[in-house]
């Protein structure tokens, strides 16, 4: 996209919508697919968080990932935005990849860390069902280390990152102080948010809708019926009570008092004991006023909410 029709669109949003003037405004965009002239235009129109997809710079690791880019590629992009006028710069990482050794891994951090980056990513490798990734697997083709190997990672993730002033803030996201994504955090902390586009979701007062994922259905229905909505459901309070703890263990912890005043004090009760257990097990912490994650409750979390919930 070009940075003028993000210009347009921000434009239309502030014509249509009220937007505090201090809106965090972030642009996803990866190494090799933008100039430092480019990257002045974006800042230029008003986007003002740069989040780049560089997710390896070890070169072999970027080929098996199909990317464009290179380690060097990769390295300059980061410096360009900074060039550009980007204070605020997000790069994302993917861990356990095929072979991916624990010291691969380590230069990768200490790589970025050294970067002008204020917030990273780290997302351990996915399968997704269809993949070719998912099919090389099936087929012998390419292994993937296991869980045990892809939780040591994670902990040299949370380790390093923390030595580096890095505060973890949320299962895969880490950031300097004051510089945590407030997209994320508006997710975490359970609020509302309007979405816009093809396959966009939106949650408002419990309810949540989405839109159609191909975009010439997405226009046509924006055309015929000025709407593209493809389907909805409105939560009921017991499912809006597991997605809102299940949001604030994953982010910075969940706020007791704030969870009384919005779903009584049953849960609480409930859940006594199973949380005396993972504070035994050094899984979570707990005081009067918050329930958190550890270090080594983060490394469970799935299967920690999978029993939570």
């Given at each position: 996209m070009e940075p003028s029709y993000i210009g347009e669109i921000i434009k239309y949003l502030k014509e249509k919508f009220f937007v505090n003037p201090h809106a965090e405004i972030t642009l996803e965009t990866n190494p090799g697919t933008v100039s430092e002239e480019k990257l002045k235009s974006f800042l230029s129109v008003g986007i003002n968080r740069i989040s780049i997809g560089i997710q390896s710079f070890n070169n072999d690791e970027l080929k098996f990932l199909t990317r464009i880019h290179d380690s060097e590629t990769a390295v300059k992009t980061i410096n360009n935005a900074l060039n550009a006028g980007f204070e605020n710069i997000s790069a994302d990482l993917i861990f356990n990849l095929p072979g991916q050794t624990k010291n691969?891994?380590?230069?990768n951090l200490k790589t970025l860390t050294q970067l002008p980056?204020?917030?990273?990513s780290a997302y351990s490798l996915i399968l997704e069902r269809g993949t070719i990734l998912n099919k090389m697997v099936i087929d012998g083709k390419v292994k993937i280390q296991d869980e045990d190997y892809d939780a040591e990672l994670y902990e040299i993730t949370i380790d390093f990152l923390e030595s580096q002033d890095f505060s973890q803030y949320e299962v895969s996201n880490f950031a300097r102080q004051g510089y945590e994504c407030l997209h994320n955090k508006a997710y975490w902390e359970y609020r509302d948010y309007l979405s816009f586009g093809p396959s966009a979701h939106s949650f408002v007062n419990g309810k949540r809708w989405w839109n159609y994922s191909s975009l010439k259905r997405y226009i046509n229905e924006i055309?015929?019926?000025s709407m593209a909505v493809a389907g909805s459901e409105v939560?009921?309070?017991r499912q809006m009570l597991d997605e809102y703890v299940m949001l604030a263990l994953r982010g910075t912890g969940l706020n007791i008092s704030e969870l009384i005043?919005?779903?009584g004090e049953k849960w609480i009760k409930e859940k006594k004991n199973y949380l005396l257990n993972l504070r035994e097990k050094n899984f979570i912490f707990q005081t009067d006023e918050k329930i958190k994650l550890t270090r080594n409750g983060y490394a469970l979390c799935d299967e920690i909410l999978s029993k939570i919930l």
């Open positions: 691969r891994w380590l230069n980056v204020k917030h990273i055309e015929n019926n939560l009921n309070s005043n919005r779903f």
